[in-house]
């Protein structure tokens, strides 16, 4: 499960100093210009900033971000609004790791009744880009960051790996499960989505 479907690139170490603007509708953008060697023009929309990757030879941007003006639109106002949200959310630094993850086994005993699956091995480690993974051989990890959240997202988070042992893809079958169990999952990703701005801010993962 992906942190925001926005940060699945790796995360580029660029210095905001070229940075550019325009305007679509109501919305600023701030943006910039990177030239590198890859094959085709490339949107990446990272902390509210919009990055174009372009083929070195590539000069028509103007022309990119008119085409892409309603895509851009969505992901950066989605990014904003998640942000100015993520001032009124606090991080819970209360939980040890210990009771983490007597939680998280708590949700995954439940969980995988629930669901008929079988889990094969549990991990933790930090990461950046993802609440958890999940391989077809049940082994699942989960991010440790998730401590940090409010227990109902972590057990959406435990839900969705799980879920992944009945369907792999992020398909309609699959979303099909998630939407029976949570009929209120768009806002629990929404949800997730402010707390990763929260912890990307308090622990400085740009
Ligand atoms: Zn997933």
Redesign the pocket.
């Given at each position: 499960?992906?942190l925001t479907s926005e940060s699945k690139s790796k995360f580029l170490k660029i210095k905001n100093c070229n940075m550019k603007k325009f305007k679509i509708k109501d919305l600023e953008v701030e943006y910039e210009v990177i030239h590198r060697k890859v094959k085709y023009p490339r949107l990446e929309v990272k902390t509210g900033y919009l990055y174009l990757i372009l083929p070195k030879s590539y000069n028509n941007h103007q022309e990119l971000l008119k085409k892409h003006e309603n895509w851009i639109y969505k992901k950066v106002s989605l990014i904003k609004n998640s942000q100015k949200e993520a001032l009124n959310k606090s991080l819970n630094t209360e939980r040890t790791d210990e009771k983490f993850k007597s939680l998280i086994s708590l949700y995954v005993d439940r969980i995988s009744q629930e669901l008929n699956v079988t889990v094969n091995q549990i991990h933790f480690r930090r990461m950046k880009s993802r609440w958890g993974?999940?391989s077809c051989q049940g082994n699942i990890n989960f991010n440790l960051y998730l401590k940090y959240l409010p227990s109902n997202l972590i057990e959406y988070v435990v839900f969705?790996?799980l879920a992944?042992l009945v369907e792999m893809g992020?398909n309609k079958k699959?979303w099909n499960i998630i939407s029976n169990r949570f009929n209120d999952y768009k806002e629990k990703e929404n949800e997730l989505l402010i707390y990763y701005m929260v912890l990307a801010k308090e622990h400085q993962f740009f």
């Open positions: 499960m992906k993974s999940c969705h790996e992944h992020h699959f």
